[in-house]
């Protein structure tokens, strides 16, 4: 076949695999109902399951729940965190009450490009004056919307934390991925989390990226972008913290690194959490 024909040739097998992974795959909405009637599984079971510790002779202390999840499921938990109806219909507190903390493993948080979308929401922080790094010289937040973006795409780009997909990242794979992971559906029907960060509840939530996700592949790191979240959120007011494991997405679950960073988290969080109480 020679070589163009068989990169031909293993492209058109990978997009037959992509479209074939979808059939059958299940909806965004029962990833969701499964994810919640767990959650509602573990409320209803939590003294069998021995959630709840002595403290004292007086009083008991449940132990810290933290939740989120790996790759898509962090995807789904982060969708269910910003739909607070879906805790309330099976009788649960909401998010920011039930949980302690929002914990991601490389998570896929956006399903599209997300580049304009950081630009204007850090530009409208700057026009609120929530966003100092970008207000005018004189401290009036009153610049030209057209000079706003400029600053807030200039702060982006200049963030060695942010490393942003390009603006023309190709779209014919990442949908495809899109629908395989989520059954044949229009991949603009899947919410992407980044875009809608500001529902998320107002608890720390701790992000365990990688080095690169996807050995480097710009427009595949579109569906990971855990420094832009935690930036986003943390220009909210949501506590969030950021650690970049030495790893690709497929290998960080067996990584020493990670298991050293998620101790070391979890560690914090219970300081913390007892710092609260």
């Known amino acids: ?45 939590e003294e069998q399951l021995q959630l709840e510790r002595d403290v004292d002779a007086n009083s008991k202390k449940k132990r810290l729940f933290l939740f989120g999840g790996y790759s898509s499921g962090g995807h789904v938990a982060a969708t269910v965190t910003q739909q607070p109806h879906l805790w309330k219909d099976r009788d649960l507190p909401p998010p920011d009450v039930h949980c302690d903390s929002i914990l991601y493993i490389s998570p896929v948080l956006s399903t599209k490009c997300y580049h304009e979308t950081m630009i204007r929401k850090l ?112 220009s909210i007011g949501i506590e969030s913290r950021y650690t970049a494991v030495q790893s690709d997405h497929w290998n960080i679950l067996n990584s020493a690194e990670l298991s050293d960073a998620l101790g070391r988290e979890l560690r914090r969080i219970e300081l913390e959490c007892s710092m609260e109480k």
Request: charged share 15%; aromatic share 8%; net charge negative.
């Open 123 to 234: 530009s409208s922080l700057s026009s609120s004056s929530s966003l100092p790094s970008l207000a005018t010289s004189e401290g009036s937040p009153s610049e030209h919307p057209s000079r706003q973006s400029s600053m807030a795409e200039e702060s982006l780009s200049s963030s060695s934390s942010l490393p942003l997909p390009s603006k023309k990242s190709p779209t014919w794979l990442t949908d495809g991925v899109v629908k395989a992971v989520f059954g044949h559906t229009t991949a603009s029907d899947i919410p992407s989390p980044i875009h809608t960060c500001e529902k998320s509840p107002g608890i720390p939530h701790i992000f365990l990226g990688c080095q690169e996700e996807m050995f480097g592949l710009n427009f595949l790191d579109t569906f990971f972008c855990s420094a832009s979240y935690c930036e986003l959120l943390n």
């Open 1 to 45: 076949l020679g070589q163009v024909g068989r990169f031909f040739f293993a492209l058109a097998t990978g997009l037959v695999l992509i479209e074939l992974g979808g059939m059958g795959a299940a909806s965004i909405d029962d990833m969701q109902n499964d994810v919640m009637d767990a959650l509602s599984w573990l409320k209803e079971n």
